[in-house]
Nanobody
Framework: QVQLVESGGGLVQPGGSLRLSCAAS????????MGWYRQAPGKQRDMVAI???????NYADSVKGRFTISRDNAENTVYLQMNTLKPEDTAVYYC?????????WGQGTQVAVSS
């Protein structure tokens, strides 16, 4: 069983920064693709950034140049550095790992961007 635990969310002013962390249990972490997704109230859950086991990265157009995803396989952790935050970045952010046959999600962490 894989467990993902996110942390680092909170309330920040527009233009501010936050760093999200997602710690994964188990020894499979380094072998599979990880990603950050977000869901705003009343909207679908969308991909924010993904990173493969080989380090290939994709970002949603809306966060390119502002967000950076990274992973530390030794610590079984994936990070999302979020800079120049905007009110439209407000959402619950979820961590996900893709393993053969299924995906696992964390419980989510709330990010609110407001003055």
């Amino acid at each position: 069983q894989v467990q993902l635990v996110e942390s680092g969310g909170g309330l920040v002013q527009p233009g501010g920064s936050l760093r999200l962390s997602c710690a994964a249990s188990g020894s499979i972490f380094s072998s599979y693709r990880m990603g950050w997704y977000r869901q705003a109230p009343g909207k679908q859950r969308d991909m924010v950034a993904i990173i493969t086991s080989g380090g290939n990265i994709n970002y949603a157009d809306s966060v390119k140049g502002r967000f950076t995803i990274s992973r530390d396989n030794a610590e079984n952790t994936v990070y999302l550095q979020m800079n120049t935050l905007k009110p439209e970045d407000t959402a619950v952010y979820y961590c996900r790992i893709d393993v053969p046959g299924r995906e696992y999600w964390g419980q989510g962490t709330q990010v609110a961007v407001s003055s």
